[in-house]
T-cell receptor
């Protein structure tokens, strides 16, 4: 089955800096890669996703890149703000209806 | 409309007891997923329903775990003879059934299960 590795496990940045979180996956059939943000004690919420026919996608301060050859994808957050502090999870799936395999998460701490 | 809801929000039980966890998906969503999230980990897949049937139950850890969705809406996750290792947050998610599309999974707030 699919295996998703996520790094780093924790990331501390100063407000205004950029943050990058990286994930690798094992199943070459995977073709949908969402990123979820989970604040303490809250439910995971989708922040951005990318499909395998696209190499990069941007939404305001967040962007995701995908390298299918290398089987890795990354989340980029620019101009970080304290409210970006949360745990971020990457995930992968091989079809639109299938289950998601999640990474272990990255705790992002943005200091004012 | 309302999002995915789960009850109870917290459940404390004793080892060996039986528990039921309930999930109300977003109205009209035909796909429903159960995940388990242990402290410091990502959600781990348990079972996936498409309508009333379990399309994939490969994530259920053993036969103490069972889930139903008799009318294609509300789902109940049932755990028999609970063990301390079952302690975790149980998350439910639902998504719409749009053929050919990649459908966002909307998560509920979870049920925190503690087995003493």
């Amino acid at each position: 089955g699919e295996n998703v590795e996520q790094h780093p496990s924790t990331l501390s940045v100063q407000e205004g800096d950029s943050a990058v979180i990286k994930c690798t996956y094992s199943d070459s059939a995977s073709n949908y890669f969402p990123w979820y943000k989970q604040e303490l004690g809250k439910r995971p919420q989708l922040i951005i996703d990318i499909r395998s026919n696209v190499g990069e996608k941007k939404d305001q301060r967040i962007a995701v890149t995908l390298n299918k050859t290398a089987k890795h994808f990354s989340l980029h957050i620019t101009e970080t703000q304290p409210e970006d502090s949360a745990v971020y999870f990457c995930a992968a799936t091989a079809s639109g209806y299938s289950t998601l395999t999640f990474g272990k998460g990255t705790m992002l701490l943005v200091s004012p | 409309g309302a999002g995915v809801s789960q009850t109870p929000s917290n459940k404390v039980t004793e080892k060996g007891k039986y528990v039921e966890l309930r999930c109300d998906p977003i109205s009209g969503h035909t796909a429903l997923y159960w995940y388990r999230q242990s402290l410091g980990q990502g959600p781990e897949f348990l079972i996936y329903f498409q309508g009333t049937g379990a399309a994939d139950d490969s994530g259920l850890p053993n036969d103490r775990f069972f889930a139903v969705r008799p009318e294609g809406s509300v789902s109940t996750l049932k755990i028999q003879r609970t063990e301390r290792g079952d302690s975790a947050v149980y998350l439910c998610a639902s998504s719409s059934d749009l053929s050919g599309a990649y459908n966002e999974q909307f998560f509920g707030p979870g049920t925190r299960l503690t087995v003493l």
